[in-house]
């Protein structure tokens, strides 16, 4: 059983969180709110999400899991103003998931959890870099890479996050220490690159994030987190590195 009532633009930051990643999804249930963990189909970024049944503005529900595509889901949405609130229900003889906002009525199809690539594995890491930073700062990094190249290190240098993408022609760097209101937390300088399209994939919802927490190695997977729904709900990424060439 599955019945519940959310506002618009919360359940919005769920589907932007993870739709760039991947089409369909294994949404957990539990009287506590709901989860899911999804990886790429190119196996190089994982987003890991929960939601707590508070972030909903009435949440009941059995523990079990639904399959949703995020495409059809996300059409819905959008016809959605962010102050809406959209009611969801599982009709338990159809399988399917009644939506409705405002005057608007819809029957979504549900997939079978079964056919939906299993849960992700997390990596057990030990990253020795931890920068906590604006969600819009990075965002800026990467756009401003984008430019250039299509890829970008990230670095922590002499107690100092720096971004840099090196194109053929062209270069282009941020580099931000406490001054740019930024903190940083390391055991030694780490350096790692990164694909600049699952960079970009990720700053879709850490953009918009007040602060985000990057923890780095060298030539370790990027770990990323921060919070949606006003502190209810938590993303976390996981990005793998591209091998720099000797």
């Known amino acids: 059983m599955f019945k519940a009532a959310i506002n618009a633009e919360t359940i919005g930051d769920v589907v932007e969180a993870t739709s760039p990643l991947v089409d369909e999804i294994r949404l957990k249930l539990s009287p506590d709110g709901v989860s899911l963990r999804a990886v790429d189909p190119a196996n190089v ?9 508070s972030a909903f503005e009435s949440f009941e529900c059995t523990e079990g899991e639904i399959g949703i595509d995020l495409i059809r889901f996300a059409d819905v949405l959008r016809m959605a103003q962010k102050d809406d609130v959209i009611h969801m229900e ?10 409705r906002l405002g005057s608007l009525s819809y029957t979504l199809s549900l997939l079978d959890p079964s056919t ?3 849960d ?24 401003a890479a984008e430019k250039v190249s299509d890829h970008m290190a990230l670095a922590v240098q002499d107690n100092k996050f720096v971004f840099e993408a090196q194109g053929d022609l062209d270069r282009v760097e941020l580099t931000l220490d406490a001054s740019s209101g930024i903190k940083i937390e390391t055991t030694g300088d780490v350096r790692s690159l990164f694909s600049l399209d699952f960079l970009n994939d990720l700053s879709k919802s850490a953009g918009k994030a007040d602060e985000i927490i990057i923890e780095l190695g060298s030539d370790f997977p990027l770990r990323m987190n921060f919070s949606i ?3 209810k709900g938590k993303v976390s990424y996981l990005l793998a590195p591209r091998i720099e060439s000797a």
């Open 45 to 53: 970024a994982m987003v890991s999400l929960t939601l707590d049944a």
């Open 90 to 99: 599982v009709n338990e003889e159809t399988r399917k998931l009644e939506i």
């Open 116 to 118: 939906i690539r299993k």
């Open 120 to 143: 992700p594995k997390v990596p057990d890491l030990e990253l020795p870099a931890n920068v906590k930073m604006p969600g819009a700062e990075y965002k800026r990094a990467v756009k």
């Open 229 to 231: 729904a006003s502190g």
